[in-house]
């Protein structure tokens, strides 16, 4: 099993920036993969970005391409998200995943998941 903790969540105004954080413990050398999903209010959780633990692959969403940079920190076994030029859009529940076999955009795909983060940005 793999524990999954968000944090660095908030509220910040339209331009403004953020890093969010995803410790993971338990059987971490069985991480493949971890990434970022969001989800609104109403909507279903989107694939927001993701990384592939060993070698560092990533992959983003359109919509965040060029604002965010996800990165990891193998010796604190956590990964980061750093959002930038934040837009109301952008506003949403952010979740980490992790997954012992795939780097993917779907949520299905993933067997871990944290509690989530709130991510408010004002306008």
């Known amino acids: 099993q793999v524990q999954l903790v968000e944090s660095g969540g908030g509220l910040v105004q339209t331009g403004g920036s953020l890093r969010l954080s995803c410790a993971a413990s338990?059987?971490?050398?069985?991480?493949?993969?971890m990434g970022w999903f969001r989800q609104a209010p109403g909507e279903e959780r989107e694939f927001v970005a993701s990384?592939?633990?060993?070698?560092?692959?990533?992959d983003y969403a359109a919509s965040v391409k060029e604002r965010f940079t996800i990165s990891r920190d193998n010796a604190k076994n956590t990964v980061y998200l750093q959002m930038n030029s934040l837009k109301p859009e952008d506003t949403a529940v952010y979740y980490c995943?992790?997954?012992?076999?795939?780097?993917?955009?779907?949520?299905?795909?993933?067997?871990?998941w944290g509690r989530g983060t709130q991510v408010t940005v004002s306008s």
């Open positions: 338990g059987r971490t050398l069985s991480i493949y993969a």
């Open positions: 995943a992790a997954d012992p076999s795939i780097q993917s955009r779907r949520a299905s795909q993933y067997d871990y």
């Open positions: 990384i592939r633990w060993s070698f560092g692959r990533t």
